[in-house]
């Protein structure tokens, strides 16, 4: 690592002299800028060459201080989002024929002003929603300013991709911890033993922790004698790297309670560690005692020997760690299975301490901030359809189209969707698609015509990445300590302007603004100073007040925000991520996590009583992210579309395919009770029997001409927004294991399949 905390000055300024100063190369024109990606979660260091106020490359930053000049390929094709011919670059009006035509600033505003206005005049701000997605999870200063959107209207609807993401997650922090916002993460940097639950991250780079060269980091364990596992269905990229145990999805549940039940059966348990950070153990001591590997393989349809094997692999090693990602959180017991991970953790002595599963310290406090003005909430409301509990102030999505079709007093009339997709990304597209026209209002605020931002009223063009300021925060807290702070490397583009000003002049064109920070905001806005209050401006004073920060001279060498704008590769903070924050983290009496949350016991006590086994249905889908592809947005890149000659597959097992008859390459038609698709099957055995896997975030629609070219179906018209699909502890969408399917589109004989297993 370059430096520390203490070396961290010395740094900065060697890295104002060579890189801050720009550049100039012929003419003058060309400037060669560090800044860090922000497609996901490793922020990994990017250097933009910029040439005349556009953007001519971006490459690999060698002097980044963690990514170490590694990339993957959709960071370097930004350049060609970044340049599209079909961005939306000026606000767009929707004509009444469907067509679009180009408006000005003013007259945009004005009208959704006035709309606004008398919708929140009529019935309240709680008929007003925002829908805020995943790239609006990287854009701290939208993150900041949404939540004094929610505050000039009083309660609006939000939705995110958290119920399609990470709220049972959150929620199981919540049931352990306290406190919603505090989400654990795997120290991969010293453990001899990751167990890795549905995740992908040779694929994905890692979620919900910021670790660029994760592959680098997960050989390391291995190199220094650990054992990585990785539980998934499927082969993965990550499977075949490593030691892969192949699950039936949906299966974590029974396997973690297995776990459990040979962990205190066997007497591996943590004792000492249990009595000092816990309650509620007794519980978990009863329940997984009817949970022997043996009784649940035919749930994991893992060998009870194996999970044996595992159990005292893991509770014997100095130190392990158990990390659960999609695969987990998007099944029928999401929350459940999250719960259990942090279980196993802290009965074998591994959460807290090095080389386990470790709480975060922040380097800017916007878990506290959200803590503060009370929007770090868990139950405090519920939904008018289903009645489920917010998490973080959030809906889930599924129950979106319903509360806009459903009268009544509370009915969501006016919707801005913010950097999101959600056609393509929730669940049941055609009951959203079918909703959409009923609103009074739809603003999108997007860079494309997408399936969503097609339906609305207005699509206002933001700026990208590359024009805005950021500063590492949000999603990117856990991992090792590090802050990068960096400008826009280029001004927007044509009329784009950034989010959280978009959202600034809606509240003021209503009548409703300027901004109303909340208390703690008001508070932060106050040491900020009263000139312009930007987010800019509150995220500098968040960082100072900071657990790294100086807090305005109280703490000599802390970090100020001039010192980090200087230091353009970003500071490295400490070596290693900090142990021993159980004390902080933890907001339950005692600090003890509590093991026996009477939600979790309900549910366990539930397990078995939903069936999944009508026979129509025999299959179980589960998704699949392809490195080439990021969700449902970058199919317009030439580059990253390059040399996929079937865009989109469906992974059908040999045996399954012979079973009904698909032809590898051949078309298939996969059939769930609530819809059906059609794509290519690609015959693997990379899942087993009983499994497909079909990649989610196709089937476009809209301006970006490519990305419709492209084809391929939206797999989310397999999944349901029913309430009683719905997960009931985090609202979670039910996105994996989903009962299929398959049959062949055109007939072929069964024997044109002669790989296939018995
Ligand atoms: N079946 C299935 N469905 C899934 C998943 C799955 O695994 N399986 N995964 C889920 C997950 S984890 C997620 S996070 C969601 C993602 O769901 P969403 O967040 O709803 O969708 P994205 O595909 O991320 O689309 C992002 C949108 O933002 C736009 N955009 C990009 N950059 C910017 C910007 O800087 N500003 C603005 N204003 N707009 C921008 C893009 O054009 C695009 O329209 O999908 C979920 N859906
Ligand atoms: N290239 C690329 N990178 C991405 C994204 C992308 O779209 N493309 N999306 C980003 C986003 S928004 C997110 S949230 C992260 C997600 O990061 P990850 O969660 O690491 O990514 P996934 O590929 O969805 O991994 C989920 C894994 O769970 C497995 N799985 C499915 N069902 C089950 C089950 O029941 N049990 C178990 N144990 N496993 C199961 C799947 O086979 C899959 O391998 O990735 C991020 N990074
Ligand atoms: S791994 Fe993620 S953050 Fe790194 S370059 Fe690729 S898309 Fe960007
Ligand atoms: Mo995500």
């Known amino acids: 690592m370059r430096s520390t905390a203490a070396g961290a000055g010395r740094e900065a300024e060697t890295s104002e002299n060579l890189d801050t100063c720009p550049v100039l190369g012929l003419g003058g024109r060309v400037i060669e800028t560090p800044t860090f990606c922000r497609l996901c979660e490793p922020l990994c260091g990017l250097v933009a060459t910029v040439e005349d106020g556009r953007l001519v490359g971006l490459r690999p930053d060698q002097d980044h201080p963690l990514s170490q000049g590694q990339v993957c390929p959709k960071g370097l094709a930004f350049t060609e989002i970044q340049n599209d011919p079909d961005r939306v670059l000026h606000p767009l009006r929707r004509r009444a024929d469907g067509t679009f035509e180009r408006v000005a600033w003013y007259v945009a505003l004005a009208e959704i002003g006035h709309r606004l206005r008398q919708v929140v005049d009529e019935d309240g701000g709680g008929s007003v929603g925002v829908y805020l997605g995943n790239p609006g999870g990287f854009n701290s200063e939208l993150a900041l300013w949404l939540g004094a959107f929610r505050g000039a209207l009083g309660s609006p609807q939000i939705y995110t991709p958290g119920s399609q993401d990470s709220n049972s997650r959150f929620v199981a922090n919540k049931l352990l911890y306290g406190a919603v916002t505090q989400t654990p993460f795997p120290d991969l940097w010293r453990t001899d033993f990751l167990l890795m639950l549905g995740a992908n991250p040779l694929v994905s780079h890692m979620s919900l922790m910021r670790v660029p060269r994760v592959k680098d980091h997960l050989r390391a364990i291995v190199g220094r004698g650990g054992r990585v596992v990785v539980v998934d269905p499927r082969r993965t990229e990550t499977a075949r790297a490593f030691e892969h145990l192949a699950i039936r999805p949906d299966g974590d549940v029974w396997l973690l309670l297995s776990l459990l039940h040979v962990v205190f059966g066997e007497g591996l348990a943590d004792e000492a560690a249990i009595a000092e950070q816990s309650t509620g153990v007794d519980w978990v001591r009863a329940t997984v005692a009817g949970f022997a590997p043996e009784e649940t393989a035919a749930r994991t349809g893992i060998d009870a020997e194996d999970v044996r094997a595992l159990a005292r692999a893991f509770a014997g090693a100095p130190s392990a760690v158990a990390y659960g990602r999609l695969g987990v959180c998007l099944g029928r017991h999401g929350t459940v299975a999250n719960y259990l991970i942090d279980v196993l953790?802290?009965?074998?002595?591994?959460?807290?301490?090095?080389?386990?599963?470790?709480?975060?310290?922040?380097?800017?406090?916007?878990?506290?901030?959200?803590?503060?003005?009370?929007?770090?909430?868990?139950?405090?409301?519920?939904?008018?359809?289903?009645?489920?509990?917010?998490?973080?102030?959030?809906?889930?999505?599924?129950?979106?189209?319903?509360?806009?079709?459903?009268?009544?007093?509370?009915?969501?009339?006016?919707?801005?969707?913010?950097?999101?997709?959600?056609?393509?990304?929730?669940?049941?597209?055609?009951?959203?698609?079918?909703?959409?026209?009923?609103?009074?209002?739809?603003?999108?605020?997007?860079?494309?015509?997408?399936?969503?931002?097609?339906?609305?009223?207005?699509?206002?063009?933001?700026?990208?990445?590359?024009?805005?300021?950021?500063?590492?925060?949000?999603?990117?807290?856990?991992?090792?300590?590090?802050?990068?702070?960096?400008?826009?490397?280029?001004?927007?583009?044509?009329?784009?302007?950034?989010?959280?000003?978009?959202?600034?002049?809606?509240?003021?064109?209503?009548?409703?603004?300027?901004?109303?920070?909340?208390?703690?905001?008001?508070?932060?806005?106050?040491?900020?100073?009263?000139?312009?209050?930007?987010?800019?401006?509150?995220?500098?004073?968040?960082?100072?007040?900071?657990?790294?920060?100086?807090?305005?001279?109280?703490?000599?060498?802390?970090?100020?925000?001039?010192?980090?704008?200087?230091?353009?590769?970003?500071?490295?903070?400490?070596?290693?991520?900090?142990?021993?924050?159980?004390?902080?983290?933890?907001?339950?009496?005692?600090?003890?996590?509590?093991?026996?949350?009477?939600?979790?016991?309900?549910?366990?006590g539930r397990l078995g009583d939903r069936h999944d086994d009508d026979p129509a249905y025999p299959l179980r889908m589960i998704g699949l992210r392809e490195m080439r592809s990021l969700n449902s947005w970058m199919h317009n890149s030439p580059t990253l579309m390059k040399g996929r000659a079937r865009v989109h597959a469906a992974r059908i097992s040999p045996h399954d395919a012979a079973v009904a008859g698909v032809a590898d390459g051949a078309a298939?038609?996969?059939?769930?009770?609530?819809?059906?698709?059609?794509?290519?099957?690609?015959?693997?055995?990379?899942?087993?029997?009983?499994?497909?896997?079909?990649?989610?975030?196709?089937?476009?629609?809209?301006?970006?001409?490519?990305?419709?070219?492209?084809?391929?179906?939206?797999?989310?018209?397999?999944?349901?927004?029913?309430?009683?699909?719905?997960?009931?502890?985090?609202?979670?969408?039910?996105?994996?294991?989903?009962?299929?399917?398959?049959?062949?589109?055109?007939?072929?004989?069964?024997?044109?399949?002669?790989?296939?297993?018995?």
């Not at 909430?377 to 999505?397: E, M, Q």
């Not at 490519?706 to 609202?731: C, D, I, Q, Y």
């Open 345 to 604: 953790n802290l009965v074998t002595g591994n959460l807290d301490r090095p080389g386990g599963w470790l709480f975060v310290r922040p380097v800017i406090p916007l878990e506290e901030l959200a803590e503060r003005s009370g929007q770090a909430t868990y139950g405090a409301t519920r939904t008018r359809i289903g009645d489920f509990p917010d998490v973080l102030g959030t809906s889930p999505s599924a129950v979106m189209p319903a509360e806009i079709t459903t009268p009544g007093p509370g009915r969501l009339r006016a919707l801005v969707t913010i950097a999101g997709n959600p056609v393509a990304s929730t669940p049941d597209p055609a009951a959203l698609e079918a909703a959409l026209p009923q609103l009074d209002l739809h603003v999108a605020l997007d860079i494309y015509l997408t399936e969503t931002s097609r339906h609305a009223d207005f699509v206002l063009p933001a700026t990208t990445f590359l024009e805005r300021d950021d500063i590492t925060s949000i999603l990117a807290h856990p991992g090792q300590p590090f802050v990068q702070a960096t400008d826009a490397v280029v001004p927007a583009y044509g009329e784009a302007r950034p989010e959280w000003r978009i959202l600034d002049d809606v509240l003021r064109a209503a009548g409703l603004g300027p901004f109303a920070p909340g208390r703690a905001g008001r508070l932060v806005g106050r040491i900020a100073g009263r000139r312009g209050l930007t987010p800019r401006r509150l995220l500098d004073t968040l960082l100072r007040l900071g657990p790294y920060g100086d807090r305005f001279g109280l703490r000599r060498g802390g970090l100020t925000a001039r010192r980090v704008r200087a230091s353009a590769h970003g500071i490295v903070l400490a070596e290693l991520p900090p142990t021993g924050l159980r004390e902080d983290a933890v907001r339950l009496p005692g600090h003890r996590v509590r093991l026996d949350a009477p939600e979790i016991v309900a549910e366990v």
């Open 668 to 758: 298939v038609r996969i059939t769930s009770r609530h819809g059906a698709i059609e794509t290519t099957a690609r015959i693997t055995d990379e899942v087993g029997p009983g499994t497909i896997a079909v990649p989610h975030g196709w089937g476009h629609a809209g301006g970006w001409q490519r990305a419709v070219g492209a084809g391929g179906p939206n797999v989310n018209a397999l999944t349901s927004s029913a309430v009683e699909e719905v997960e009931r502890l985090a609202g979670m969408s039910h996105l994996n294991g989903v009962p299929v399917a398959i049959a062949p589109v055109v007939a072929v004989p069964a024997t044109a399949t002669t790989d296939a297993e018995p």
